[in-house]
């Protein structure tokens, strides 16, 4: 694709920001009922946005086809979410709207997202708790039967509505359970254990997919007149991460690869409350809940060399750093803030832990205001899964946290419809880089792969559907497919013919550790410029050392690991250009050569303001930058002041 | 620490299996039970020996992927603990532990110690949903729903679909499971339409391919989201109902 055929029209609106979903909605065109089923969508991914749209597509009367690496549609990593989702329902009478809520999400993404595309999320925020509440979704309730809210992750108002700890797992329940009556109905044809291993292109457009049977070792194509990517984030670059073992990247990259531009991969969530590493064989890190930080206080000892365990260390030698720095939002700071001021107290040398490498989250005070009863009854579940992991009691000794890899709101670059820069294919959720700026709030993450799931993607892609009528998918047989199905095929014999010495797993920790080093919470010029030398490097070992065991025929983990992993080699590097690119902090991405005095980050507006949308190029050729500038209409920049 | 594993090791579904035998050294106690087999999976690696297959993902006890009979207990000796979340400090230095996969007719043995539980989604397929088509529903608030249902309802909702339950039954048994989506949906009021006709259709699924149900109550012990068994005796008395329940007057209050 050459550039003069990029365009990077954002298809956004125009007008009162109010009106902008609704006129749109109108002026899509709509496919006849009966006419639905000569359509056959594909869609990858069965987390919160692909099981939503998978289900609602085949509702409305759509071909679906549905396909997932894991063994169940269940087991998608949304389901690990634990603290909540944004809806603007005002329940509590405490000030929100649609409007504030829209305000926050732009404000907390430092200014660095489209503003038509987050009005929309704030306002479908609304219908997702209505829908999410009919299938059954067992969100907290008070004594009257409503339902109960809290507030979270730094917003001043309560609209965050919950299942205990395990929200993201009973949201993808309910969209799983809508994905099976489908499937039961016939509408959807489901492929568990069949992982995407290329996006495949005729004059274009998207034609479809090749997979790989994960159990049978089978190499298939699969073509449809769109294509959904719900796959998910990046964040297993930094190989420690919250992310589950298998998320990975690839199935975005391959996109990419195909001509869809990658988006602000250098825009990284660390969330600050997470287990701190405790050995070299760790192989993921624990999120332990931001709502922890509602009633536990961050604090590490004023003194380098302090050695009394924390229990014996006066008041007067603490400092609880983010109420000093932030007496406005206290602990409740925005998670870039908080991460960003964990890592300075640690460098400086006053971590805590065997390792030094943590801080505390303190309970005794919140214990002595409301009694072990009330705070066990709030965060019972996760005082058990910190003691499961570190043997120590919570009640009796604060927590140790770090921050750690969690989100990333980089992905493919979507318009207003979600549409990629390759006709037909979408990118939906985590995978698309479209709502949350370079920051996301607490909470918005399971908000956005509904919103674009259940009320989003239906609505845009049958409008794309509609200029479609009468033409057939290109069939698997077409050479564009033969040619991507030989290409997969022959890439396995590559990695097995290698016969290195090292494990694909090897490889992803080194790799985790210098994107973590030069490209985490605080990157600089001279340190990615090392990684950009390091990396390739690294990469060219891993080409040539890399040992892949057994057949390409039936189960084989390390064939399906190698791939990833050199998919993170790739997307690693970019990540480093993007955030080298990217001349001032905003957000998640903090250059330490762009801050105020006072250490925050300082955003340049003036030079800065637009979308980084990459655009691949042969191997071992740089990609080419394209720009989408950002039109603040509504909430003018300002620097994001917590103090 | 030092351990010796048998570990069952399956070429595929229609192979025959066997243990072999494995030196885990200096475990830390630090480690989970999975971080210590991608230790002895990286060795093997070295060694030039195939990977031992094994489930895993989230590796924080929600996802429901990681299985493993450790010791002949599911999910291995620590109460309400998924394998994954399982730690090496409750093991001691020379100890023998046998992994096996979780053994039932309905998961059929994939590899190793990689099943595969998809009767689970039949049973959800047969019913395990309340019909509500993404559309423009009433205002949430417009359904209360007493607080005491509502978290019983959740109580049941936790089940993480590993099977554990199955595994740890005598008779492999799919009760637990089936009747923790049961009682979490026929105790709301929104669930109520399709209640009998869900419970029949869910119960007649699971029968298809689970044994029967004796009251051993190893499921409950098992199952790393301790649900009771009480679910059980719900799920008996709906199914019971189910049989003679007229459904044109399902619109009454009783």
């Known amino acids: 694709m050459s550039t003069a055929t990029i365009s990077l029209d954002s298809k956004a609106p125009s007008g009162d920001i109010k009106d902008r979903w609704d006129n749109h909605r109108f002026d899509m065109k709509l496919v006849n009922p009966s006419n639905k089923r000569k359509f056959t969508v594909l869609v990858v991914g069965t987390g919160l946005a692909g099981a939503a749209a998978a289900a609602t597509l085949a509702q409305l009367g759509y071909q679906v086809k549905c396909f997932t690496f894991h063994d169940s549609p269940r087991r998608a990593h949304s389901i690990a979410a634990q603290g909540g989702i944004n809806g603007a329902k005002n329940y509590k009478n405490d000030g929100d709207s649609i409007y504030r809520l829209f305000y926050d999400t732009v404000k907390g993404g430092d200014f660095r997202a489209r503003e038509s595309n987050v009005y929309r999320l704030a ?301 037909g294919l979408y990118a939906l959720g985590e995978a698309n880089f479209s709502d949350h700026g370079a920051n996301r709030l607490g909470a918005s993450a399971l908000m956005q792969g509904l919103a674009d799931g259940y009320f989003v993607a239906p609505y845009t892609v049958g409008d794309y559907l509609a200029g479609m009528l009468g033409q057939k998918p290109v069939s698997t047989d077409d050479p564009v497919f033969v040619e991507a199905e030989q290409g997969v095929r022959n890439e396995m014999h590559r990695w097995i013919s290698i016969g290195g010495t090292k494990s694909p797993d090897y490889y992803h920790r080194e790799l985790g550790k210098l994107v973590w080093d030069y490209c985490g919470m605080a990157r600089d010029e001279n340190g990615l410029e090392k990684a950009l030398s390091e990396i390739p490097a690294l990469r060219e070992e891993f080409e040539k050392n890399v040992r892949v065991l057994g057949s390409p025929d039936g189960v084989n983990q390390s064939l399906e690991k190698v791939g990833r992993v050199a998919d993170f080699f790739d997307l690693g590097e970019l990540m480093c250009r993007d955030a080298l690119t990217r001349e001032e902090s905003c957000g998640g991405h903090f250059r330490v050569e762009h801050q105020t005095e006072d250490g925050e980050a300082q955003r340049d507006d003036e030079n800065f303001s637009f979308v980084s949308a990459w655009e691949w190029k042969e191997p071992g050729t740089p990609q080419e930058l394209h720009k989408e500038p950002l039109v603040f209409e509504f909430v003018k920049p300002a620097q994001r002041s917590y103090k | 620490m030092n351990l010796t594993l048998k570990v069952w090791r399956q070429e595929g579904p229609n192979a025959s299996g066997h243990f072999a035998t494995y030196q885990a050294s200096d475990v830390k106690d630090e480690m989970s039970f999975l971080e210590m087999l991608d230790v002895v999976n990286e060795n093997l690696i070295e060694e030039g020996q195939e990977p031992i297959t094994f489930d895993s993902d989230c590796r924080e006890g929600i996802c429901g992927t990681c299985s493993l009979m450790i010791n002949g207990q599911a999910h291995g000796p620590q109460k309400g603990t998924t394998t994954c979340q399982l730690h090496m400090r409750k093991f001691h230095d020379g100890q023998t532990v046998t992994i096996e996969p979780f053994r039932a007719a309905a998961f059929p043995i994939v590899r190793d110690l990689m099943i595969d539980r998809s009767a689970f989604d039949a049973i959800i397929r047969a019913g395990g949903y309340i019909t509500a088509d993404t559309g423009a529903p009433r205002d949430a608030n417009e359904i209360p729903v007493p607080k005491p249902a509502a978290d019983t309802a959740m109580d049941a909702a936790a089940c993480i679909g590993c099977g554990a339950c199955v595994a740890a039954c005598p008779n492999s048994a799919g009760q637990l499971f089936t009747s923790a989506k049961l009682a979490h949906l026929n105790l709301l009021p929104q669930g109520q339409s399709e209640r009998w006709k869900r419970t029949e259709d869910m119960v007649e699924t699971m029968e298809m391919f689970f044994g029967s149900c004796t009251n051993y109550g190893e499921c409950q012990e098992a199952c790393p989201k301790e649900i009771p068994i009480d679910f059980i005796a719900l799920m008996n008395r709906d199914y019971l109902k189910a049989k003679f329940k007229n459904r044109k007057l399902l619109g009454q209050q009783v």
């Open chain 1, 123 to 423: 306002q479908v925020s609304v219908d997702i708790i209505d829908q999410c509440v009919a299938q059954g979704v067992p969100f907290a309730r008070e004594y009257g039967g409503l339902l109960d809210n809290r507030s979270f992750g730094g917003a001043q108002v309560s609209r965050t509505f919950y299942a205990r700890g395990q929200t993201g797992q009973q949201l993808l329940l309910g969209a799983y359970q809508a994905l099976m009556q489908q499937v039961a109905l016939g509408r959807v044809e489901m492929h568990t254990k069949t992982e995407l291993l290329d996006v495949v292109t005729k004059d274009g457009v998207c034609a479809g997919i090749v997979t790989r049977d994960l159990a049978s070792g089978e190499v298939k194509s699969w073509s449809g007149h769109a294509t959904l990517l719900c796959t998910g984030g990046y964040g297993n670059a930094f190989y420690l991460s919250t992310n589950a073992m298998n998320c990975n990247t690839t199935a975005i990259w391959r996109a990419h690869k195909k001509g869809a531009l990658f988006a602000n991969p250098c825009y990284t969530q660390i969330h600050p409350t997470c287990i701190p590493v405790s050995d070299e064989f760790q192989s993921k890190l624990t999120l332990m809940s931001e709502s922890l930080r509602n009633d536990g206080r961050i604090w590490v000892p004023k003194n380098f060399d302090e050695s009394r365990p924390a229990d014996q260390i006066p008041e007067e030698d603490r400092d609880y750093y983010l109420e000093r720095r932030y007496p406005a939002f206290g602990n409740l700071a925005p998670r870039d803030i908080a991460s960003r001021a964990a890592k300075v107290v640690v460098d400086e040398g006053r971590g805590v832990g065997p390792l030094k490498n943590g801080v505390y989250l303190d309970f005794s005070e919140s214990i002595g205001r409301l009694g072990a009863d009330v705070v066990f009854e709030r965060y019972g579940n996760l005082f058990d899964m910190y003691e499961r992991i570190t043997d120590e009691d919570p009640a009796k000794m604060p927590m140790r946290i770090y921050p750690a890899s969690h989100y990333t709101m980089g992905g493919l670059w979507v318009d207003y419809n979600l549409m990629t820069t390759v006709p």
